[in-house]
């Protein structure tokens, strides 16, 4: 039976960038499997050219080519990095981890409860904030790049893992920043259980934020590992 | 409706007890041995099967390992404890659908 040569690989692998797959794990699967098929057909008919071939193929994806295949890929991505966060967040559920959660909800009760922060303090603690936040963003994508010109493959659930933490964090942000103009209540009036509520709110909001932008980014390799056997064996 | 339409909402059923009878697949294998069973009645779209493993892979119904076939990196497919557990609950789902549409459609059926 005719087989592929690597160029014609190199050239499948050209093929799915062209038809806007730009992640390397989702490349491969559509390049073993367009190849298959190519070779299916040149057992059949011997005679049509690789790109006769490889188009015949391709047609069988649909109208849409790929990018079905993409959007759900990405959806079940998606869900996955869900799943991993939520899987964190319970972790802290359970002993010893919840005596850390269960000291910074007391503490942030606390805070609430007897402190007065001033307006300008807490301005500045907000802004403060930020700059930190978007100093270690800029820090991250350096190393990202560096990291990206080194290997150019793209990985669909490494953007996940290193993207969605900074997303969350800016929303956090947008959040504090909302409640400046909005100017802020008198907590310590509050009822006592609402303070309880609103610092298990925090500290669970804050505690996502952790899981997200440091805990699953710090194990990123580990979960690239068991995600993608092949991350290794390119 | 076209017989795909039907097939393509029990594609999961299809996918769980095919990777459970044969054991680790990749994609392209799937399509193929689903035409060679049903002699060429049913053809899965690849358009519609990839998502359907990356659902599963993504449930932890399935888990995958890969090989280096010269250039090429082939992925298989095979089915997690989840993943029979799930075939089993779908294949049972569908029986009862099979046999409520028996019971409308054949009158020996109905009570």
């Known amino acids: 039976m005719q087989q592929l040569s690597d160029d014609h690989i190199q050239s499948l692998y050209i093929f799915t960038r062209q038809h806007f797959v730009e992640f390397y794990d989702l490349q491969t699967e559509l390049v073993d499997h367009m190849a298959n098929g190519i070779e299916r057909q040149w057992e059949k008919h011997p005679g049509i050219t690789f790109e006769q071939a490889r188009d ?23 869900r996955k990095y ?30 609430l409860k007897y ?10 603690a907000i802004i403060g904030l930020a700059l930190l936040f978007i100093a ?44 400046i103009f909005n100017g802020i209540e008198d907590i310590s009036l509050m009822h006592n259980l609402w303070i309880v509520a609103l610092s298990i709110f925090i500290c669970s ?3 996502f ?26 | 409706m076209s017989k ?21 697949m990749y994609g392209y294998e799937i399509t193929q041995k689903v035409k060679e069973k049903t002699n060429g009645t049913l ?25 280096k076939v010269g250039k090429r990196i082939r992925k298989y497919y095979k089915i997690t404890k989840s993943g029979e557990k799930e075939r089993v609950g779908q294949l049972a789902a569908l029986q009862e659908y099979m046999a409520t549409m028996q019971q409308l459609f054949d009158p020996k059926f109905s009570y």
């Open chain 1, 205 to 207: 909001f804050y505690l």
């Open chain 1, 56 to 78: 015949r193929e391709f047609k069988k994806f649909g109208v849409f080519g790929f990018m079905h295949v993409v959007e759900q890929r990405q959806k079940a991505m998606g």
């Open chain 2, 4 to 24: 795909t339409s039907l097939y393509r909402g029990n594609l999961v059923a299809i996918v769980l007890q095919l990777l459970e009878s044969e054991g680790r």
């Open chain 1, 136 to 179: 270690a963003i800029f820090i991250r994508r350096r190393q990202l790049k560096i990291k990206k010109e080194e290997n150019e493959k793209k990985w669909l659930f490494k953007e996940i893992i290193y993207n969605q933490g900074a997303i969350g964090g800016f929303a956090i942000l947008l959040m504090h920043f909302f409640n």
């Open chain 2, 43 to 67: 053809h899965i779209k690849e358009g519609a099967l990839y998502p359907v493993l990356h659902k599963l892979e993504a449930d932890d119904f399935l888990t995958v390992e890969v090989e």
């Open chain 1, 82 to 111: 869900g799943k991993m966060v939520w899987y964190h967040f319970v972790d802290y559920m359970k002993v010893p981890k919840v005596l850390s959660l269960s000291l910074a909800v007391l503490l942030t009760y606390f805070v």
């Open chain 1, 115 to 124: 402190s007065t922060i001033s307006d300008e303090l807490f301005v500045g």
């Open chain 1, 209 to 234: 934020l952790y899981i997200m932008a440091i805990e699953i980014p710090k194990r990123a390799e580990e979960y690239l590992m068991q995600t993608y056997p092949e991350y290794d064996l390119v």
